[in-house]
């Protein structure tokens, strides 16, 4: 061999070292905490940042959308429009397609009612009987509406988790997640996730003794890296029940600054808007003066009892309406009971928590549903949707919620995202649009010596 051949060869070598070295590898376990629930189920009540991330790993929608707009399949093999009024959603088998469309049918049903069920308004019959024939689900939609396919990304939309073979993972014993081989999108890059629930002096004693490598739900600024911020909490009041300045007086009280700083778990912003700031980026509303002094009434504010800022947000908001003459009763409840309420209209007062999408039209159907005024879906919806320029829906949209915030009661308080803290030995970390980690992008970096490989 002469010295320059030697030398081609030795190059040729040292580069496709240093290309596999920079490629992520197959293989290894995560050790992940959480302050989560040990299980997460029903997708419409596993709604906060983190149990959507956690309900992500066993049961994902039919797609995800990105930071930069686009939207790419997950749980389907293929997205399509046919038609302008028509979405084709392939899905890798018939049980998968029968399993998702009960799904929707059971979210869009009377007995179910979720404001989630604003996501498939658009379609027809607002997503009451969904078809599917073989592995497809045809939907027909009623009129214009482009942002379809990134409503139909949200986590509420996908499949219960008990529903196997809906996500890049599989559960294999209690607090063990198993990579799917067969994940339509490619097999996560880790072998296993080993999942630890705890509280939040749990996840800051496990980190600090090196116990774990991810953890999800970190209120610290330190070492953490946050998604966008969607999860918007709203102070739903009845006007049946309660006078017609009571949101006067609730505004007039309440500081959104220092109920965020003080009483919210972080990463949090606050919300004037009835859409979060991410996708309303309007500064804050100045605080009207306090309404003329009425009788005394005694009023009940229902909130999530395992949400622990929800309760010491219902106890500041308890203090400062007593200042305004109202005395507030507090009613912890589970989620499922605090959504039937909502859903008979049965409360005064609610500390409603959702998830919204990450686009405005989708968001504002949401939180009109929420907010009791379902009736406006049907005026606002179409005239967003018959605009053809994304921009311009999005722009329309935000000029509504703006328009549309009197007569809405709903009371905004505050956003929050998902706080995520990594060893530096774990890559891969981004966020979709949804504010969430993409954790079956992560992968273990390689150790000196060690086989590498790429992604099939």
């Known amino acids: 061999m002469t010295l320059r051949s030697a030398l081609a060869s030795l190059l040729l070598l040292s580069s496709a070292s240093a290309l596999a070295a920079g490629r992520p590898r197959y293989g290894g376990e995560l050790r992940v905490a959480h302050d989560g629930p040990p299980e997460v189920g029903e997708p419409a009540l596993a709604d906060t940042p983190l149990e959507a991330t956690l309900l ?23 997205l399509s429009r046919p038609t302008p009024q028509s979405v084709r959603l392939t899905l890798p088998n018939a049980a998968t397609a029968g399993a998702l469309a009960r799904a929707w049918m059971r979210l869009a049903s009377a007995e179910n009612a979720s404001p989630y069920r604003a996501l498939l308004y658009p379609v027809r019959g607002e997503a009451r009987q969904v078809n599917t024939q073989g592995a497809t689900v045809e939907l027909m939609l009623s009129f214009p509406w482009p942002d379809l396919e990134r409503a139909l990304c949200h986590p509420a939309l996908a499949a219960p988790a008990s529903s196997p073979g809906q996500g890049p993972f599989s559960a294999a014993g209690r607090g063990t997640l198993e990579a799917q081989l067969a994940w339509p999108q490619g097999r996560p890059y880790l072998d296993r996730l080993l999942l630890t629930g705890t509280d939040e002096r749990g996840l800051a004693r496990l980190w600090s003794s090196r116990q774990v490598q991810m953890e999800l739900g970190v209120s610290t600024e330190t070492d953490t890296t946050a998604g966008t911020p969607f999860y918007a909490t709203f102070l739903a009041f009845s006007p049946r029940k309660l006078p017609a300045d009571f949101r006067q007086a609730v505004e007039s009280a309440i500081d959104r600054e220092d109920l965020t700083r003080l009483f919210v778990h972080a990463p949090a912003q606050p919300m004037p808007h009835l859409l979060p700031p991410a996708l309303m980026p309007q500064g804050p509303r100045p605080r ?169």
């Not at 992500?56 to 293929?78: F, K, Y």
């Not at 009109?368 to 311009?392: F, H, K, N, W, Y």
Request: hydrophobic share 45%.
């Open 288 to 456: 009207p003066a306090p309404p003329a002094a009425s009788t005394p009434r005694t009023v009940t504010l229902l909130y999530d009892a395992s949400l622990d800022d929800q309760r010491a947000v219902a106890e500041r908001i308890q203090v400062k309406l007593h200042e305004r003459g109202y005395t507030v009763a507090l009613e912890p409840m589970p989620r499922s009971a605090l959504r039937a309420r909502w859903a008979k209209g049965d409360f005064e007062l609610m500390l409603h928590a959702l998830l919204l999408p990450p686009v405005p039209g989708p968001a504002l159907a949401v939180v009109l549903d929420a907010g009791g005024r379902r009736d406006l879906l049907g005026v606002e919806l179409p005239a967003i949707g018959a605009l053809a320029d994304s921009g311009a829906r999005d722009t329309r949209a935000r000029e509504r919620a703006l328009a549309l915030a009197p007569s809405v009661p709903l009371v905004p308080l505050y956003a929050q995202g998902l706080g995520v803290r990594l060893v530096p030995e774990v890559g891969g970390l981004r966020f979709d649009a949804q504010g969430l980690p993409w954790v079956d992008g992560l992968y273990l970096a390689p150790q000196e010596g060690t086989a590498t490989g790429g992604r099939p």
């Open 56 to 78: 992500g790993l066993l049961s994902r929608p039919v797609c995800r959308a990105m930071p930069d707009g686009t939207v790419l399949p997950a749980l389907a093999r293929e």
